[in-house]
């Protein structure tokens, strides 16, 4: 039987300090500058990995308003550009690209996007659009969508219910492929959650259906941006919800106090309210949106988000990389950058992608908003789950015995747990297991 209150601890351990240091999972190696200023606005890369590449996709903005998605191809290093190539250009009959997101599956890139067209000086239309393209060298587009996935309009035009199309999520199921909008509600607490998802097929992209799919029971007011993850034979979607009704603004989504959730749904999409969804982020007084980012790895799960606190012109921006092990308990947050939130700072969405140790969060650096250029922060994460000696996923009070064991007995520690790494023991980073690793240990077991 395993012993969940152990002796080997002293009493005086137990009052942690705030100095007890814990081994940090990301260690930042550095920032790409994927264009420079001189090349016009760009903004919201989308970064995808294979196991000798790295493409980028960005938003290039030139003068006159020029619109296009254009892709960058690297070394998987990022110390050579290989290729560059515009993938989506303004068109009279549609207007100019906006947002995307993509997902792929090793071998294959599918990308969501939208293009907005004005029809008048106070009017515009706006269109969603799928494509998917090999993920090689010659990044050939092997479907595309030739009409229009949908048709709607922008949110200042759209009463209520209807169907916003800019930043779609993309999934890629097992059979198909699906892309999720929003309808509009309102942002307040009595708001509706409600998202519209389309399947198409992997091979063309023709539609095979489409349901409206009500969050209503999980979240708090208008369906915002969020991502979504296949996991565990699940369906994970992480999202904000709006937690006070003072001071909404309806006009942004940014216009009301909301935290982070995440909803798991079964493969048909249904989900249980009381049992399936969980907090991610809370913190108080402050705006938790645009979940650009969902990725999971063998140990962890990987959230990014855009916070705001404060109130613009003198609030701030900020742009979390957020993981979780395998039970969703919070093992690290990494802030990738800041900005003034204001019309002197620039405008934060990031993205992720996660691909054996590299994570890697795409980013806009622009100020004044509007203006800057597009950029890759590059991590590296330490292999496997600091404190977690028993190799289940999780830190928890079951890897109590397996921590004395590597502390006490390193030989023996290896012969029961023959496919872990004795090194997980060392939780405060400094390459040695011993007596000072025993605090940062009991500081894991005690993390909310």
């Known amino acids: 039987m395993r012993t969940q209150n152990r002796k080997f601890v002293p009493g005086a351990v137990l009052l942690l300090q705030a100095a007890v240091a814990v081994a940090q999972p990301l260690q930042y190696l550095k920032t ?26 960005y938003l290039a903005i030139a003068t006159g ?7 960058r191809i690297y070394d998987r290093d990022f110390e050579h550009l290989l290729a560059t190539r515009v993938l989506v ?22 990308a969501f996007y939208e293009t907005h067209k004005p029809t008048s000086p106070n009017t515009a239309a706006t269109y969603l659009w799928g494509a998917k393209y090999a993920l090689d060298d010659a990044f050939e587009r092997v479907a595309y969508t030739s009409t229009p996935v949908a048709t709607s309009r922008p949110m200042a035009q759209l009463p209520e219910g209807g169907e916003l199309l800019d930043d779609p999520a993309p999934l890629i199921g097992p059979a198909s492929v699906f892309v999720v909008t929003r309808l509009k509600y309102s942002l307040s607490m009595s708001g509706r959650t409600i998202y519209r998802v389309r399947e198409l097929r992997k091979d063309n992209l023709a539609q095979l259906g489409q349901f409206d799919l009500d969050l209503s029971d999980a979240a708090n007011g208008r369906a915002r941006v969020n991502s979504l993850l296949l996991w565990n034979n699940s369906i994970l979607m992480a999202l904000s919800t709006t937690v006070s009704d003072v001071g909404i603004n309806e006009n942004t989504d940014d216009g009301a106090k909301s935290d982070v959730i995440l909803v798991r ?7 249980d309210p009381k049992a399936d969804v969980r907090t991610l982020s809370a913190e108080p007084d402050d705006v938790e949106n645009y979940v650009c980012g969902l990725e999971a790895d063998a140990d962890y799960v990987y959230v990014t988000y855009k916070q705001s606190v404060g109130q613009p012109p003198a609030g701030e921006h900020r742009a979390w990389i957020k993981m ?14 800041t900005t003034v939130w204001g019309p002197s700072g620039g405008e934060l969405r990031p993205s992720l992608e996660v691909m054996d140790r590299q994570v890697l969060s795409g980013q806009s650096t622009g100020e004044p908003f509007g203006a ?10 330490r292999p496997g789950v600091p404190g977690d000696l028993n190799c289940d996923g999780a830190v928890n009070n079951f890897d109590i015995d397996p921590f004395v064991l590597a502390l006490t007995d ?19 980073g400094d390459g040695v297991v011993d007596n000072f690793d025993i605090d940062p240990f009991v500081k894991l077991l005690t993390l909310p």
């Not at 264009?35 to 995808?48: H, I, L, N």
């Not at 979780?324 to 950058?337: A, G, T």
């Not at 390193?410 to 405060?428: E, I, S, T, W």
Request: aromatic share 12%; charged share 25%; glycine share 6%.
């Open 32 to 57: 790409v500058t994927v264009t420079a200023p001189s090349e016009g606005v760009s903004a919201r890369p989308e970064v995808a990995l294979t196991a000798e590449r790295a493409f980028v996709l």
């Open 65 to 71: 308003n020029e619109r296009t998605f254009t892709l």
């Open 89 to 110: 250009s303004t068109t009279p009959d549609y207007g100019g690209p906006t947002d995307i997101r993509i997902a792929t599956d090793g071998q294959y890139l599918y």
């Open 265 to 271: 749904m079964r493969p048909d999409w249904t989900f």
């Open 324 to 337: 979780f092990d395998r039970n969703f308990k919070l093992v690290h947050q990494e802030k990738v950058r």
């Open 372 to 381: 800057g250029s597009a950029k890759v922060f590059v991590y590296q994460r």
């Open 410 to 428: 390193p030989a023996g520690y290896v012969q029961k747990f023959p496919d872990c790494d004795r090194m997980l023991a060392d939780v405060n």
